[in-house]
Protein backbone atom coordinates (compact mmCIF):
# COMPACT_ATOMS: atom_id res chain seq x y z
CA UNK A 1 0.00 0.00 0.00
CA UNK A 2 2.71 2.46 0.67
CA UNK A 3 4.73 2.37 -2.17
CA UNK A 4 6.34 6.36 -1.23
CA UNK A 5 7.31 4.79 1.77
CA UNK A 6 11.16 6.22 1.87
CA UNK A 7 11.03 7.70 -1.54
CA UNK A 8 12.90 10.53 -1.79
CA UNK A 9 11.12 13.09 -4.11
CA UNK A 10 12.66 16.67 -4.69
CA UNK A 11 9.88 19.23 -5.34
CA UNK A 12 10.72 22.44 -7.48
CA UNK A 13 8.50 25.33 -6.96
CA UNK A 14 8.63 28.39 -9.44
CA UNK A 15 6.85 31.76 -8.96
CA UNK A 16 2.44 31.02 -9.86
CA UNK A 17 -0.43 31.52 -8.12
CA UNK A 18 -0.88 27.49 -8.19
CA UNK A 19 2.26 27.49 -5.51
CA UNK A 20 -0.35 27.45 -2.57
CA UNK A 21 -1.98 23.86 -3.82
CA UNK A 22 1.99 22.40 -3.34
CA UNK A 23 1.59 22.15 0.63
CA UNK A 24 -1.47 19.71 0.06
CA UNK A 25 0.78 17.75 -1.79
CA UNK A 26 3.95 17.74 0.42
CA UNK A 27 1.39 16.72 3.30
CA UNK A 28 0.27 13.79 0.71
CA UNK A 29 3.56 12.45 -0.01
CA UNK A 30 4.65 12.79 4.00
CA UNK A 31 1.64 11.10 4.96
CA UNK A 32 2.97 8.07 2.46
CA UNK A 33 6.23 8.11 4.26
CA UNK A 34 8.23 9.84 1.23
CA UNK A 35 11.19 12.29 2.09
CA UNK A 36 10.81 15.93 0.47
CA UNK A 37 12.95 18.20 -0.54
CA UNK A 38 12.02 21.34 -1.46
CA UNK A 39 13.52 24.12 -3.84
CA UNK A 40 11.64 27.47 -4.37
CA UNK A 41 12.94 30.36 -7.00
CA UNK A 42 12.70 33.68 -5.36
CA UNK A 43 9.39 34.65 -7.13
CA UNK A 44 7.69 31.45 -5.72
CA UNK A 45 8.41 32.93 -1.82
CA UNK A 46 5.74 35.78 -2.87
CA UNK A 47 2.52 32.90 -3.20
CA UNK A 48 3.89 30.15 -0.48
CA UNK A 49 5.42 30.63 2.23
CA UNK A 50 8.83 28.59 3.42
CA UNK A 51 7.64 27.97 6.48
CA UNK A 52 4.43 26.17 5.53
CA UNK A 53 6.82 24.18 3.79
CA UNK A 54 9.73 23.73 5.76
CA UNK A 55 6.61 22.76 8.82
CA UNK A 56 5.29 20.18 6.56
CA UNK A 57 8.09 18.97 4.69
CA UNK A 58 9.96 18.51 8.01
CA UNK A 59 13.60 20.20 6.18
CA UNK A 60 14.67 23.30 5.61
CA UNK A 61 13.67 24.76 2.36
CA UNK A 62 16.06 25.46 -0.23
CA UNK A 63 16.15 28.87 -2.54
CA UNK A 64 19.91 30.36 -3.17
CA UNK A 65 22.84 27.88 -3.68
CA UNK A 66 24.38 29.16 -0.29
CA UNK A 67 23.71 30.64 2.64
CA UNK A 68 24.85 34.02 2.89
CA UNK A 69 25.39 33.91 6.79
CA UNK A 70 27.63 31.19 6.83
CA UNK A 71 28.59 30.15 3.48
CA UNK A 72 26.63 26.69 3.74
CA UNK A 73 26.74 25.58 0.01
CA UNK A 74 23.16 23.62 -1.08
CA UNK A 75 24.61 20.98 -3.68
CA UNK A 76 22.56 21.10 -6.66
CA UNK A 77 24.71 18.16 -7.59
CA UNK A 78 24.38 16.27 -4.07
CA UNK A 79 20.43 16.96 -4.50
CA UNK A 80 19.85 15.71 -7.80
CA UNK A 81 22.02 12.61 -6.85
CA UNK A 82 19.59 12.02 -3.95
CA UNK A 83 16.30 12.36 -5.42
CA UNK A 84 14.22 9.38 -6.84
CA UNK A 85 12.20 11.81 -8.50
CA UNK A 86 12.05 15.31 -9.53
CA UNK A 87 8.60 17.10 -9.73
CA UNK A 88 8.39 20.92 -10.86
CA UNK A 89 5.32 22.22 -9.74
CA UNK A 90 4.05 24.76 -10.46
CA UNK A 91 6.28 25.36 -13.49
CA UNK A 92 5.98 28.81 -14.69
CA UNK A 93 6.74 29.65 -18.07
CA UNK A 94 9.63 31.47 -17.03
CA UNK A 95 11.03 28.36 -15.39
CA UNK A 96 9.86 26.02 -18.65
CA UNK A 97 12.07 28.38 -20.55
CA UNK A 98 15.19 28.00 -18.55
CA UNK A 99 15.07 24.26 -18.24
CA UNK A 100 15.06 23.92 -21.78
CA UNK A 101 17.41 26.35 -22.64
CA UNK A 102 19.36 25.38 -19.55
CA UNK A 103 19.56 28.44 -18.04
CA UNK A 104 20.94 27.48 -14.27
CA UNK A 105 20.35 31.33 -12.79
CA UNK A 106 18.98 30.08 -9.53
CA UNK A 107 19.17 26.68 -7.32
CA UNK A 108 15.85 25.50 -8.96
CA UNK A 109 17.04 25.25 -12.66
CA UNK A 110 20.51 24.42 -11.52
CA UNK A 111 19.37 21.03 -9.62
CA UNK A 112 17.28 20.15 -12.10
CA UNK A 113 20.30 20.29 -14.97
CA UNK A 114 22.25 18.19 -12.25
CA UNK A 115 19.17 16.09 -11.67
CA UNK A 116 19.95 12.29 -12.59
CA UNK A 117 16.30 11.23 -11.73
CA UNK A 118 13.41 11.13 -13.28
CA UNK A 119 11.39 14.57 -13.72
CA UNK A 120 7.64 15.65 -13.94
CA UNK A 121 7.00 18.88 -14.79
CA UNK A 122 3.46 20.85 -13.96
CA UNK A 123 2.47 23.46 -16.16
CA UNK A 124 0.12 26.54 -14.55
CA UNK A 125 -0.20 30.29 -16.10
CA UNK A 126 -2.64 31.69 -17.75
CA UNK A 127 -4.45 30.43 -20.80
CA UNK A 128 -2.67 32.82 -22.86
CA UNK A 129 0.68 32.31 -21.72
CA UNK A 130 0.22 28.13 -21.96
CA UNK A 131 -0.55 28.47 -25.63
CA UNK A 132 2.06 30.55 -26.59
CA UNK A 133 4.21 29.38 -29.18
CA UNK A 134 7.26 29.78 -26.90
CA UNK A 135 5.52 27.82 -24.37
CA UNK A 136 4.64 25.19 -26.38
CA UNK A 137 7.89 24.88 -27.72
CA UNK A 138 9.54 25.07 -24.42
CA UNK A 139 7.24 22.14 -23.33
CA UNK A 140 8.26 20.03 -26.09
CA UNK A 141 11.45 20.45 -26.03
CA UNK A 142 11.49 19.26 -22.20
CA UNK A 143 9.62 15.85 -23.27
CA UNK A 144 11.99 15.22 -26.00
CA UNK A 145 14.50 15.74 -23.17
CA UNK A 146 12.45 12.41 -21.24
CA UNK A 147 11.20 14.65 -18.93
CA UNK A 148 7.04 13.98 -18.75
CA UNK A 149 4.23 17.06 -18.65
CA UNK A 150 1.70 16.41 -15.81
CA UNK A 151 -0.82 18.54 -17.86
CA UNK A 152 -2.70 21.10 -16.68
CA UNK A 153 -6.28 21.14 -16.63
CA UNK A 154 -9.08 23.44 -18.45
CA UNK A 155 -10.97 25.73 -16.17
CA UNK A 156 -11.46 28.77 -14.29
CA UNK A 157 -8.08 30.74 -14.15
CA UNK A 158 -6.80 33.70 -11.52
CA UNK A 159 -6.98 35.80 -14.00
CA UNK A 160 -10.43 35.28 -14.72
CA UNK A 161 -9.90 33.75 -18.07
CA UNK A 162 -10.83 29.73 -18.48
CA UNK A 163 -9.06 27.59 -20.26
CA UNK A 164 -5.96 25.16 -20.01
CA UNK A 165 -3.56 26.37 -17.27
CA UNK A 166 -4.72 25.12 -13.90
CA UNK A 167 -2.64 23.19 -12.84
CA UNK A 168 -3.47 19.66 -11.59
CA UNK A 169 -5.07 18.71 -8.51
CA UNK A 170 -2.77 17.63 -5.46
CA UNK A 171 -4.65 14.04 -5.27
CA UNK A 172 -3.98 13.59 -9.11
CA UNK A 173 -0.53 14.44 -8.73
CA UNK A 174 -0.17 12.28 -5.85
CA UNK A 175 -1.57 9.29 -8.14
CA UNK A 176 0.79 10.22 -11.12
CA UNK A 177 3.98 9.83 -8.66
CA UNK A 178 2.80 6.64 -7.36
CA UNK A 179 1.66 5.06 -10.56
CA UNK A 180 5.65 5.92 -11.65
CA UNK A 181 6.70 4.04 -8.62
CA UNK A 182 4.34 0.94 -8.36
CA UNK A 183 5.67 0.45 -12.02
CA UNK A 184 2.08 0.66 -13.83
CA UNK A 185 2.46 -3.10 -15.98
CA UNK A 186 1.95 -5.13 -12.35
CA UNK A 187 -1.35 -6.26 -13.96
CA UNK A 188 -0.14 -7.49 -17.44
CA UNK A 189 -1.55 -10.56 -18.16
CA UNK A 190 -4.47 -10.95 -16.06
CA UNK A 191 -8.31 -10.70 -17.45
CA UNK A 192 -10.53 -8.69 -15.22
CA UNK A 193 -14.09 -8.28 -15.14
CA UNK A 194 -15.51 -5.55 -13.97
CA UNK A 195 -19.64 -3.78 -13.26
CA UNK A 196 -20.62 -0.88 -13.25
CA UNK A 197 -23.90 1.38 -13.20
CA UNK A 198 -27.36 0.81 -12.41
CA UNK A 199 -29.28 -1.83 -14.04
CA UNK A 200 -32.73 -0.69 -15.25
CA UNK A 201 -35.67 -2.97 -15.05
CA UNK A 202 -38.31 -2.13 -17.31
CA UNK A 203 -42.32 -1.76 -16.61
CA UNK A 204 -43.72 -0.88 -19.95
CA UNK A 205 -41.93 0.68 -22.80
CA UNK A 206 -41.41 3.70 -21.62
CA UNK A 207 -40.49 3.61 -17.88
CA UNK A 208 -38.59 1.51 -15.44
CA UNK A 209 -37.19 0.68 -11.89
CA UNK A 210 -33.50 1.54 -11.00
CA UNK A 211 -31.36 3.29 -8.91
CA UNK A 212 -28.93 6.27 -8.32
CA UNK A 213 -25.85 4.82 -9.38
CA UNK A 214 -23.45 7.15 -11.81
CA UNK A 215 -20.92 3.85 -12.74
CA UNK A 216 -18.18 5.81 -11.79
CA UNK A 217 -16.35 3.78 -9.26
CA UNK A 218 -16.90 0.93 -11.73
CA UNK A 219 -15.22 2.97 -14.39
CA UNK A 220 -12.55 4.48 -12.45
CA UNK A 221 -11.76 0.66 -11.58
CA UNK A 222 -11.65 -0.52 -15.31
CA UNK A 223 -9.26 2.46 -15.82
CA UNK A 224 -6.98 1.65 -12.96
CA UNK A 225 -6.52 -2.20 -14.33
CA UNK A 226 -5.69 -1.11 -17.68
CA UNK A 227 -3.21 1.11 -16.59
CA UNK A 228 -1.87 -1.47 -14.60
CA UNK A 229 -1.50 -3.66 -18.08
CA UNK A 230 -5.03 -5.52 -17.69
CA UNK A 231 -6.91 -6.62 -19.88
CA UNK A 232 -10.16 -5.57 -18.93
CA UNK A 233 -14.13 -6.07 -20.02
CA UNK A 234 -16.77 -3.80 -18.67
CA UNK A 235 -20.27 -5.15 -18.76
CA UNK A 236 -22.08 -2.03 -18.00
CA UNK A 237 -25.58 -0.53 -17.24
CA UNK A 238 -26.98 2.75 -18.98
CA UNK A 239 -24.37 5.86 -17.47
CA UNK A 240 -24.14 8.80 -19.06
CA UNK A 241 -19.66 8.48 -18.51
CA UNK A 242 -17.34 7.18 -21.76
CA UNK A 243 -15.51 4.47 -20.98
CA UNK A 244 -11.71 4.38 -20.98
CA UNK A 245 -10.64 3.85 -24.06
CA UNK A 246 -9.20 0.14 -24.50
CA UNK A 247 -11.88 -1.36 -22.36
CA UNK A 248 -13.75 -4.12 -23.37
CA UNK A 249 -17.43 -2.70 -23.33
CA UNK A 250 -20.54 -4.74 -22.99
CA UNK A 251 -23.54 -2.44 -22.39
CA UNK A 252 -26.39 -4.05 -20.70
CA UNK A 253 -29.76 -2.70 -19.06
CA UNK A 254 -31.45 -5.49 -16.82
CA UNK A 255 -29.92 -7.49 -13.94
CA UNK A 256 -30.51 -11.09 -16.44
CA UNK A 257 -28.77 -9.06 -19.35
CA UNK A 258 -25.77 -8.77 -17.25
CA UNK A 259 -25.36 -12.07 -15.80
CA UNK A 260 -25.73 -13.68 -19.23
CA UNK A 261 -22.91 -10.99 -20.19
CA UNK A 262 -20.97 -11.94 -17.30
CA UNK A 263 -21.75 -15.66 -17.43
CA UNK A 264 -19.92 -15.56 -20.94
CA UNK A 265 -16.60 -13.81 -19.87
CA UNK A 266 -16.16 -15.13 -15.92
CA UNK A 267 -14.85 -18.26 -16.54
CA UNK A 268 -12.06 -17.04 -18.94
CA UNK A 269 -11.73 -14.28 -16.02
CA UNK A 270 -8.57 -13.79 -13.07
CA UNK A 271 -10.57 -11.52 -11.37
CA UNK A 272 -14.04 -10.21 -11.17
CA UNK A 273 -15.21 -6.88 -9.66
CA UNK A 274 -18.93 -6.19 -8.69
CA UNK A 275 -19.52 -2.65 -8.77
CA UNK A 276 -22.75 -2.67 -10.32
CA UNK A 277 -25.86 -1.74 -8.19
CA UNK A 278 -28.11 -4.92 -9.36
CA UNK A 279 -31.57 -4.54 -9.00
CA UNK A 280 -33.07 -7.13 -6.64
CA UNK A 281 -36.15 -7.04 -8.11
CA UNK A 282 -37.56 -7.01 -12.02
CA UNK A 283 -41.74 -6.44 -12.89
CA UNK A 284 -43.18 -9.96 -13.51
CA UNK A 285 -45.24 -8.72 -16.26
CA UNK A 286 -43.93 -5.96 -18.28
CA UNK A 287 -46.92 -4.80 -20.30
CA UNK A 288 -46.45 -4.50 -24.14
CA UNK A 289 -47.84 -0.98 -23.77
CA UNK A 290 -47.70 2.25 -21.95
CA UNK A 291 -49.70 1.94 -19.07
CA UNK A 292 -52.54 4.35 -18.99
CA UNK A 293 -54.43 6.42 -16.46
CA UNK A 294 -58.23 5.29 -16.43
CA UNK A 295 -60.98 7.36 -14.94
CA UNK A 296 -62.74 4.73 -12.33
CA UNK A 297 -59.86 1.83 -12.38
CA UNK A 298 -57.80 1.75 -9.51
CA UNK A 299 -54.20 2.86 -9.17
CA UNK A 300 -52.33 -0.07 -11.16
CA UNK A 301 -50.06 -1.93 -8.79
CA UNK A 302 -46.55 -3.46 -9.72
CA UNK A 303 -45.79 -7.18 -8.94
CA UNK A 304 -42.19 -7.66 -8.40
CA UNK A 305 -40.22 -10.64 -8.73
CA UNK A 306 -36.30 -11.07 -7.49
CA UNK A 307 -33.94 -10.86 -9.88
CA UNK A 308 -30.70 -13.49 -9.85
CA UNK A 309 -28.03 -12.85 -7.62
CA UNK A 310 -25.04 -11.95 -10.31
CA UNK A 311 -22.11 -12.33 -7.98
CA UNK A 312 -23.50 -15.71 -5.79
CA UNK A 313 -24.24 -17.13 -9.45
CA UNK A 314 -21.17 -16.53 -10.94
CA UNK A 315 -18.94 -17.59 -7.16
CA UNK A 316 -20.86 -20.94 -7.18
CA UNK A 317 -18.99 -22.39 -9.84
CA UNK A 318 -15.97 -20.38 -9.76
CA UNK A 319 -12.59 -21.78 -10.77
CA UNK A 320 -8.87 -22.18 -7.88
CA UNK A 321 -7.40 -19.06 -8.34
CA UNK A 322 -10.20 -16.47 -9.49
CA UNK A 323 -10.29 -13.69 -7.12
CA UNK A 324 -14.00 -12.19 -6.54
CA UNK A 325 -14.54 -8.71 -4.89
CA UNK A 326 -17.98 -6.96 -4.66
CA UNK A 327 -19.30 -3.69 -3.16
CA UNK A 328 -21.94 -2.76 -0.51
CA UNK A 329 -23.65 0.15 0.00
CA UNK A 330 -25.15 0.14 3.72
CA UNK A 331 -26.94 2.66 5.99
CA UNK A 332 -26.44 0.71 9.19
CA UNK A 333 -24.58 -2.21 11.12
CA UNK A 334 -22.12 -1.39 8.01
CA UNK A 335 -19.30 -3.91 9.18
CA UNK A 336 -21.46 -6.81 9.82
CA UNK A 337 -24.10 -6.68 7.01
CA UNK A 338 -20.83 -6.56 4.34
CA UNK A 339 -19.15 -9.37 6.38
CA UNK A 340 -22.38 -11.82 6.27
CA UNK A 341 -22.54 -10.25 1.98
CA UNK A 342 -19.14 -11.62 1.92
CA UNK A 343 -19.35 -14.87 3.23
CA UNK A 344 -22.78 -15.40 1.59
CA UNK A 345 -22.00 -14.43 -2.14
CA UNK A 346 -18.55 -16.33 -1.94
CA UNK A 347 -16.25 -13.42 -2.32
CA UNK A 348 -12.88 -12.79 -1.28
CA UNK A 349 -13.31 -9.42 -0.23
CA UNK A 350 -15.94 -6.31 -0.32
CA UNK A 351 -15.28 -3.05 -0.48
CA UNK A 352 -18.00 -1.25 2.09
CA UNK A 353 -19.12 2.39 1.28
CA UNK A 354 -21.30 3.87 3.99
CA UNK A 355 -23.71 6.28 3.14
CA UNK A 356 -23.19 7.64 6.39
CA UNK A 357 -19.83 9.03 5.09
CA UNK A 358 -20.52 12.40 3.26
CA UNK A 359 -19.19 12.50 -0.18
CA UNK A 360 -18.89 8.31 -0.24
CA UNK A 361 -20.80 6.09 -2.26
CA UNK A 362 -23.56 6.80 -5.18
CA UNK A 363 -22.98 9.85 -7.65
CA UNK A 364 -20.05 11.26 -6.37
CA UNK A 365 -16.77 12.11 -7.28
CA UNK A 366 -15.52 11.11 -4.20
CA UNK A 367 -15.74 7.58 -2.06
CA UNK A 368 -14.26 6.30 1.13
CA UNK A 369 -14.21 2.36 1.59
CA UNK A 370 -13.34 0.07 3.89
CA UNK A 371 -11.83 -3.11 1.70
CA UNK A 372 -12.65 -6.51 4.24
CA UNK A 373 -10.86 -9.52 3.04
CA UNK A 374 -12.28 -13.16 3.94
CA UNK A 375 -9.16 -13.36 5.85
CA UNK A 376 -9.97 -10.54 8.25
CA UNK A 377 -7.41 -8.46 6.63
CA UNK A 378 -8.76 -5.11 6.43
CA UNK A 379 -7.90 -1.48 5.37
CA UNK A 380 -10.25 1.55 5.70
CA UNK A 381 -9.34 4.53 3.06
CA UNK A 382 -9.51 8.56 3.68
CA UNK A 383 -12.24 10.39 1.21
CA UNK A 384 -10.59 10.05 -1.68
CA UNK A 385 -11.46 10.88 -5.01
CA UNK A 386 -12.75 7.52 -7.01
CA UNK A 387 -9.66 7.06 -8.88
CA UNK A 388 -7.69 7.32 -6.16
CA UNK A 389 -9.74 5.17 -4.10
CA UNK A 390 -9.76 2.37 -7.47
CA UNK A 391 -5.84 2.60 -7.22
CA UNK A 392 -6.09 1.69 -2.88
CA UNK A 393 -8.55 -1.31 -4.42
CA UNK A 394 -6.56 -2.58 -6.75
CA UNK A 395 -3.49 -2.46 -3.97
CA UNK A 396 -5.64 -4.24 -2.03
CA UNK A 397 -6.35 -6.97 -4.51
CA UNK A 398 -2.65 -7.55 -5.07
CA UNK A 399 -2.05 -7.79 -0.99
CA UNK A 400 -4.70 -10.40 -0.48
CA UNK A 401 -4.45 -12.28 -3.49
CA UNK A 402 -3.31 -15.93 -3.01
CA UNK A 403 -2.60 -17.12 -6.53
CA UNK A 404 -1.46 -14.32 -8.52
O1 LIG B 1 -27.21 -5.26 -3.29
P1 LIG B 1 -26.19 -5.86 -2.37
O2 LIG B 1 -25.77 -4.94 -1.27
O3 LIG B 1 -26.55 -7.23 -1.91
O4 LIG B 1 -24.88 -6.01 -3.29
C1 LIG B 1 -23.73 -6.63 -2.81
C2 LIG B 1 -22.92 -7.15 -3.98
O5 LIG B 1 -23.71 -8.11 -4.69
C3 LIG B 1 -22.50 -6.13 -5.01
O6 LIG B 1 -21.19 -6.44 -5.41
C4 LIG B 1 -23.51 -6.32 -6.14
O7 LIG B 1 -22.93 -5.98 -7.39
C5 LIG B 1 -23.83 -7.79 -6.06
N1 LIG B 1 -25.18 -8.13 -6.50
C6 LIG B 1 -25.35 -9.06 -7.52
N2 LIG B 1 -26.61 -9.40 -7.95
C7 LIG B 1 -27.70 -8.88 -7.37
C8 LIG B 1 -27.55 -7.95 -6.31
C9 LIG B 1 -26.27 -7.58 -5.91
O8 LIG B 1 -24.35 -9.55 -8.06
N3 LIG B 1 -28.89 -9.25 -7.79
Redesign the pocket.
Known amino acids: MMVLKGKKILIGISGSIAAYKIPIIVRLLMKEGAEVQIIMTPAARDFVTPLTLSTLSKRPVLTEPFNPVDGTWNSHVDMGNWADLMLIAPASATTLGKMAAGIADNLLVTTYLAAVCPVFFAPAMDLDMFQHPSTQRNISTLLSYGNQMIAPREGELASGLCGAGRLEEPEVILEVIRDFFKGNQSWAGKKVLI?AGPTVEPIDPVRYISNYSSGKMGYALAEEALKRGAEVTLVSGPVQINAPSGVNLIKVQT?RQMLQACDTVFDDSNLLI???????FRVSDVSGSKIKKQAGIDTPALKLVE??????TLSSHRKTGQYIM????ETDNEVANAQS?LSS?GMDAIALNSLNDPGAGYGTDTNKVTLIHKSGVSYTSALESKSVIAGRVLDFIEETIVNP
Open positions: TAMTAAVADNPDIVKGFALKK
